[in-house]
């Protein structure tokens, strides 16, 4: 499968953030038994929490190839980080495929603001065999009663609400099984043993507990007495994502492996030039293509609304047999060195066995994928074409819906006006990607992308952090070519919600203080087009143009406006004022500070935060209006036309010092006395 510009972008976000986030921490939250909270609460704030919902629930609205080959890139860096923000699809699987618009809503809404979900399921003598559920749930008045223990319930203790399979008609085994949503607020749920894993240590799993826990009607998922089947749609839908987890781990393997292989040296040479090493590594990466093609051949399917049953079973089957398969040969491959706890390859292997038994194990997968053949092939042996366009509705229904995505403002505005935030960025090039031309040995710059100076990133941080806290509009503008506008969009996918741009030929060759100039005017007109003045102006140090720190102090002078210089934190008050935790000679001092006002921000101690899906695919299409002369008129003597409007003082060059020394093995008041001689000496006393 190629994927498209908007997949390759979502897929290179999570796989920024299991590379600079996930995998180098994992080892260390495991070797401290430590849930990884940090962890995960920056993986939600991106949104990896809530791939499975849909655009009109608050969610991204992401297609089934997007989900799970997210999965994939999430299961890379750690499966049980994965467990514990895909469980929530598994969960929500239900309430998609029966759950009326009332519910669904519910269940978002809940899942959304408590970040997790869980599905309860398996019980001791339930596993396989859904027929044997022992919990039940009885009808008392315009209420269910539920009672019963489920078990090795992913996300267990951390989930916020529930989708329970209880048996509502007890003779008709799997006949009489019902879907329920249930809170985890409601009286009589608790939770009991937490399970000591093997691998996937870094998700939770307990047991579940419902003693006499009333749920109203409202709360069956779809038809009473339906919910097996509602429970078999789900599996279909989610083990495909299993089979994305064990692809996950297989790539992981497969560069490790590599890595590992082309370091060591054995016989003079190093280990991946011998041939059973070769092989081995061969091996692995056919596996794990294959079986990636595979899960998004399913993924296919359903997005599509053809039947898929079989192919969820084999993507299943096949994605976690080459996990497995692969994590072994890992070792094998690094020798004694795989086995040891200080490299990945030995908890690869650990985490990755438990994909071949959860959500169905490899043996029932066989038996879904014997049953489903004995269907498809007639008894001439014939196969029949595949369809290429979806049947008629009445012939097969997609479980999950296909929700139309709408472009919408992000983030939306919170409640009330909020704080009117405007940040100045300066856009520089990617030196990532500068080339040298190997003739003139010069850089090319031609085609290099934009992005934002890093003490801008920190100034729009600041303003995102202000915006969670009191509600409001982040705007970022800029000035520079129309290239400039790739770094605006870095800004948009960050959470800001407009962006301008000012862009005129007339502006070239502006100084610091001519630009100063430019941007106050522009920022005038902003405010009078909008009618309403910006609260709070922030520049990083380096704001906009040059390295001298000076573009935002004379904004704040222009503007008339309070400023507050080398802030690193700025938090807002319950007067409505700002606080700013500000860098002196001394280390910190506080500044409170009203609104309108100007804040530069220096080096914070905290990043810009990574996108979330919707933001992201906001920045891609957000129209970015540019600002011209005709707009933002600033007379030629004041835009560096006409010389520069800098005007230099006087400069101060600090004297050469010589080298010091050091006065040691004396007493104080020895080394005192050496002190006032050599000063003496010296002629400086």
Known sequence: MIFNEETREMLQMVRDFVDKEIIPTVGEYEKSDVFPQEL?????????????????????????????????????????IGTTLIANALASYPVLVAGNDAQKKLWFDTMLEKKYAAFCLTEP???????????????????????????????????????????????????????????????????????????????????????????????????????????????DHSRAGVGAFGVGIGQRVVEEATKYAKQRKQFGQPVANFQAVEMMLADMEIQVQSARQMYLHAAELMDAGLPFTMEAAIAKTIGTDTGMKCAVDGVQVMGGYGYMKEYPMEKLMRDA??????????QIQRTVIAGQLKKKYTDSGARPIPSIQPPKAEAHKSSV?????????????????????????????????????PVKHTLIREGVPAIVNTFDTYALEVALRLKDQAGGKVTVISMGIPKAKDALRECLAAGADEAYLITDRAFGGSDTLATSKIISTAIEVLEKKNDRAFDCILCGKQAIDGDTGQVGPEISQHLDRALVSYAVEVALQA????????????????????????????????????????????????????????????????????GSPTKVVKTYTPTHQKNGMKIEGLSGAEAAAKLTDLMADAKLL
């Open 40 to 80: 995960l609460d920056k993986a939600c704030d991106m949104g990896l929490n809530a791939l499975c919902v849909p655009a009109e629930y608050g969610g991204p609205g992401l297609t089934n190839v997007q989900v799970f080959a997210i999965a994939e890139e999430i299961a890379r860096g750690d499966i049980g």
């Open 125 to 235: 003598n339930a596993g396989s065999d859904a027929g044997g559920v022992q919990t039940t749930a009885v009808e008392d008045g315009d209420d269910y009663i539920i009672n019963g223990t489920k078990c090795f319930i992913s996300n267990g203790p951390i989930a916020g609400i529930y989708t329970v399979l209880a048996s509502t008609r007890k003779k008709a085994g799997i006949m009489g099984l019902s879907a329920f949503i249930v809170e985890r607020d409601r009286p009589g749920v608790s939770i009991g043993k937490e399970e000591d894993k093997m691998g996937m240590r870094l998700s939770v799993t307990s047991e579940v507990i419902f003693d006499n826990v009333r749920v109203p009607k409202d709360h069956l998922l779809g038809k009473k007495n339906r919910g097996f089947k509602y429970i078999m749609e789900t599996l």
């Open 353 to 362: 066995k438990i994909l071949q038994i959860y959500e169905g194990t490899n």
């Open 401 to 437: 819906p296909t929700v139309e995505v709408k472009q919408e403002a992000n983030p939306k505005i919170a409640g009330g006006k909020g704080l009117n935030i405007l940040v100045c960025v300066k856009q520089v090039p990617d030196t990532t990607q500068i080339k040298i031309d």
């Open 575 to 642: 007067d409505g004022t700002l606080k700013c935790k500000r860098e002196s000679d001394e280390g910190y001092d506080f500044y409170q500070v009203g609104t309108p006002c100007v804040i530069t921000v220096n080096k914070t101690p905290f990043d810009l935060r990574y996108p979330n899906f919707k933001s992201q695919r906001y920045a891609r299409t957000a129209e970015i209006p540019e600002l011209t002369s005709a707009e933002v008129v600033v007379a030629p003597e004041e835009r560096g036309l006409a």
